[in-house]
C-alpha cells in the first residue's frame, strides 16, 4: 500500500491513536513521578488544570458558538460545590452528582427562558450578577439559618481521585463539544451565531436551542465545582463563587481559540503556566505584563493561539504526504 494514500484514507484512525496515546498517558500519570509529596503537588496542579479545561470548553460550547457573552460559570461552578458541601457523608458521591445535575439543569432552563430572549450586554450583566444572587443566597442561609459560616469535610476526597474524575469530566465535555457541533442542534447554534433573524425565518425555535444548549453546558461546570467541593477540607460562598471560575475560563478559551475543538484546552494549558510563570519571575508587573499579552493575542490573533497552530499542523501535514510521495515515486522508478 502507498504511503500518501495509507495516511491519507486512515488520517482519522492516526488522529484517533494519536490522541488515545495522550490520554493513555494521562491516564496512568499519577503512577509514575518523582516522590510522593512532590508527585501529590503536580497531580492536583493538573487536576486543576483539567478543571479549568472542563469550564472552558463547556463555556466556549455555549458562548463560543451563539455569540452570547455568558458570566455564570462561577454561579454554577460554586452551586456544585455547595450542593456537595450539604450532602457529603450523607449519600454516596454519585447521587451528590445526580443532585447537582438535576439543579444545574433546573436553574439554567429556569434563567435561559427569562433571559436568553436579552442581547448583547443585557444578558451578559444578567449572568453576572447571578453570581453574586447565588453566593449571597448561601451566606443568608449559612448565617441566619445554620448560625455558622461555611462548611468544613473531615472527609475530602484524595488527590487520585480528583485527578481521574477531572480527567473523566475533560473527555466527557470535550466528546459532547464534538458531537454537538456535527449535531442538528450544532448546526442551528451556528446558525443562530452567524444570523438570529434568518435563523428564526428559517424555522428555527432559536430560543429553544439557546436554553437547551446554555442548560447542557451548566451540567459540566456543577458536576466539576461538585468534585471540586468534594476535595476541599473547607468550604465558604466566598470560595466557592470567586469570580475567577468565571472570568479565567473565559479568558482561556479566548486565549487558545475558540474555532477550534481543542482552543479553550490549549488556553486552560498554557494560562495558568503563564500565569504562574509571570507573577514568579515578575510579581510586581505581572498584572500588566499579563494584560498586555492577552491585549496582543486579541489584536493579533483573534482566533487565539489554536489558529498559528492550525496553520503549522497543516504546512506539517503538506510537508510529510509529500515528501511521502516523492519516495514513492523513487521506490517506483
Known amino acids: 500500500m502507498q504511503i500518501t494514500t495509507f495516511i491519507s484514507t486512515h488520517r482519522k484512525l492516526l488522529i484517533g491513536g494519536f490522541l488515545l496515546v495522550i490520554l493513555i498517558l494521562l491516564a496512568t500519570l499519577p503512577f509514575y513521578g518523582p516522590d510522593i509529596g512532590?508527585?501529590?503537588?503536580?497531580?492536583?496542579?493538573?487536576?486543576?488544570?483539567?478543571?479549568?479545561?472542563?469550564?472552558?470548553?463547556?463555556?466556549?460550547m455555549f458562548s463560543g458558538v451563539?455569540?452570547?457573552?455568558s458570566l455564570a460559570p462561577a454561579a454554577f461552578f460554586g452551586l456544585g460545590i455547595y450542593i456537595t458541601a450539604m450532602l457529603w457523608g450523607e449519600v454516596p458521591l454519585v447521587v451528590v452528582y445526580l443532585?447537582?445535575?438535576?439543579?444545574?439543569?433546573?436553574?439554567?432552563?429556569?434563567?435561559?427562558?427569562?433571559?436568553l430572549r436579552l442581547k448583547g450586554i443585557y444578558f451578559a450583566i444578567f449572568t453576572f450578577g447571578l453570581v453574586f444572587l447565588i453566593s449571597?443566597?448561601?451566606l443568608y442561609y449559612e448565617l441566619n439559618v445554620l448560625h455558622q459560616p461555611g462548611h468544613t469535610n473531615n472527609n475530602p476526597i484524595s488527590t487520585q481521585t480528583l485527578y481521574f474524575i477531572m480527567l473523566g469530566l475533560a473527555v466527557a465535555a470535550l466528546f459532547t463539544a464534538y458531537f454537538l457541533r456535527?449535531?442538528?442542534?450544532?448546526l442551528a447554534m451556528r446558525s443562530i451565531g452567524g444570523n438570529e433573524a434568518a435563523a428564526a425565518h428559517m424555522g428555527i425555535d432559536t430560543t429553544?436551542?439557546?436554553?437547551?444548549?446554555?442548560?447542557?453546558?451548566?451540567?459540566?461546570?456543577?458536576?466539576?465545582?461538585?468534585?471540586?467541593?468534594?476535595?476541599?477540607?473547607?468550604?465558604?460562598?466566598?470560595?466557592?463563587?470567586?469570580?475567577?471560575?468565571?472570568?479565567?475560563?473565559?479568558?482561556?478559551?479566548?486565549?487558545?481559540?475558540?474555532?477550534?475543538?481543542?482552543?479553550?484546552?490549549?488556553?486552560?494549558?498554557?494560562?495558568?503556566?503563564?500565569?504562574?510563570?509571570?507573577?514568579?519571575?515578575?510579581?510586581?508587573?505581572?498584572?500588566?505584563?499579563?494584560?498586555?499579552?492577552?491585549?496582543?493575542?486579541?489584536?493579533?490573533?483573534?482566533?487565539?493561539?489554536?489558529?498559528?497552530?492550525?496553520?503549522?499542523?497543516?504546512?506539517?501535514?503538506?510537508?510529510?504526504?509529500?515528501?511521502?510521495g516523492e519516495a514513492e515515486q523513487y521506490a517506483n522508478n
Open 38 to 60: 512532590v508527585r501529590e503537588n503536580i497531580i492536583f496542579k493538573i487536576a486543576t488544570i483539567l478543571m479549568y479545561a472542563v469550564l472552558a470548553v463547556s463555556w466556549a
Open 66 to 69: 451563539i455569540g452570547y457573552m
Open 99 to 115: 443532585a447537582v445535575m438535576i439543579c444545574c439543569f433546573a436553574l439554567a432552563m429556569l434563567i435561559g427562558l427569562v433571559t
Open 136 to 138: 449571597y443566597l448561601f
Open 182 to 186: 456535527r449535531s442538528r442542534l450544532g
Open 208 to 324: 429553544m436551542v439557546k436554553v437547551l444548549t446554555f442548560a447542557i453546558t451548566t451540567l459540566f461546570m456543577g458536576v466539576a465545582g461538585a468534585t471540586y467541593g468534594a476535595a476541599m477540607s473547607f468550604i465558604d460562598p466566598a470560595t466557592a463563587f470567586s469570580l475567577d471560575y468565571s472570568f479565567k475560563p473565559i479568558l482561556m478559551a479566548i486565549f487558545g481559540g475558540m474555532g477550534a475543538l481543542y482552543g479553550p484546552v490549549i488556553g486552560a494549558i498554557v494560562f495558568p503556566i503563564l500565569e504562574f510563570q509571570l507573577s514568579s519571575d515578575f510579581p510586581l508587573y505581572f498584572p500588566i505584563i499579563f494584560g498586555v499579552i492577552l491585549v496582543l493575542t486579541v489584536l493579533y490573533l483573534p482566533g487565539g493561539v489554536a489558529v498559528p497552530i492550525q496553520r503549522l499542523g497543516t504546512k506539517l501535514w503538506t510537508r510529510l504526504t509529500a515528501k511521502g
